[in-house]
């Protein structure tokens, strides 16, 4: 099995660490190590692995015996016939009795075998799944967590560009009151120095809305406050962009969860299958029952000669016609013996075998057998699926990490080509060579080009940790 793709790395912190969500600032790996911990998804999941565990023990339990007792007692009132004399008497009588029955499957096509392995099956099926699951969920907040530092950094760069500006305004402001600039510049300045404020509003807001999305994801209760720390990345070429996108492929296959579920799946079809042809196979069970009874009735103590009738004929001689009798005796009858007697007296034992050979049963076996086989084909057109899925992720990753590279690199050009290109224009608008609205332009272009440096940096960031996702790289990197 692989590797669990998530370690918790932030030992030293406790939950009385994350009750002061206000004092402390969030690290990527707190970020993920909580989510993983308290995500809705992740709990949803983690009770499917808990119900597999359940379905492995119900398969145990058909390996083992089924035992019953059973007991119960009755009142007979009326007309009945007196089990004792044999004689209808009007009468109330009562019975009690109680019996202990045991099974056991000695053979049934080997459908408890499987069904234990299937059980196996799902099991790890579901660890997978709730990998797949949390994996998702890192990928998630990876995402999120450089959202909000891309926010940061575009934030400060709107805050340096409201100082150039007012700092500019200022400048724009003495020229025009020692009248070496017309009005129309001052107030080109002054529009500028309010898109630059509204720019600044703008990027406070996308900054405090990452910071909520990332806090809602984590399930954070009180997130008015939350923050997570500043981090510095190095932009560096991947080792992984010098690897071919087959060799990542072929380590992907190796690794990816998704590949392992449909694989599971595939298993648990094809043991589904077998169960379902188990149906078809003679089945031998041992049984073994025990009974007892008690009742109510008078008992028979002994017996007395009938002086009114003291013989009886019970048939003749051949030949003689001359009758045999026998005496006629009259039963005593005395209290029943006590119900634990009775107990003891009465109990009897039944044990033995039974074979039971499967006919016919209005087809339910075979349309059972075909329709497993068909699940067997569809889970494997499933694994193919994932694999021809998988193969287009991973060529799709590796495509959009060199591209977001090559993005990154054309954009750090750019801006250094702007920045010469603006403090140009500032020399020349500084000695009245260009107007403000000139100036403007070249500075709004050079916004954009520190905008767009930005934007491609944590694009190619990001893009390398689902590239190096694909390898089989955590996302969080312990030491």
Known sequence: MTRFFFKIVAVAFSFGVFTMQAQKKWTLEDCVNYALENNITVKNSGFDLEVASVEKLAAVGGFMPFVNASSSHSWNVGLNQNITTGLLENQTTQFTSAGLNVGIDIYNGLQNQNRLRRANLSKVAAQYQLLKIQEDVALNVANAFLQILFNKENLKVQKQQLENDQKQFNRSQELFDAGIIPK???????????????????????????????????????????????????????????????????????????????????????????????????RLQGFYSFSTRASSLERVTGFTLNTDNPTSIIGFVEGTNQNVVQPNFNPTLGKALPILDQFENNKGQNFGFQLTVPLFNGFATRTAVQRSKIAVERSKLAYEQEEVTLERNVYTAFTDTKGALNAYESALATLEARQEAFVYAQERFNVGLINSFEFNQSQTILQNAQSEVLRTKYDYIFRTKILEFYFGIPIIKTP
């Open 184 to 282: 129309g510049d001052l107030l080109d300045m002054k529009a500028t120095l309010a898109a630059d404020q509204q720019r600044l509003v703008v990027a406070e807001n996308a900054l405090l809305i990452s910071q909520i999305s990332l806090a809602q994801l984590l399930q954070l209760k009180d997130f008015k406050d939350f923050d997570i720390e500043d981090r510095e990345y190095n932009v560096e070429q991947s080792p992984l962009l010098m690897q071919t996108p087959q060799a990542i492929f072929e380590k992907a296959k190796e690794t990816r969860t998704e590949l392992k579920i449909a694989q599971s799946n595939l298993e648990i079809a094809q043991k589904d299958l077998q169960i379902a042809k188990g149906a078809y196979q003679p």
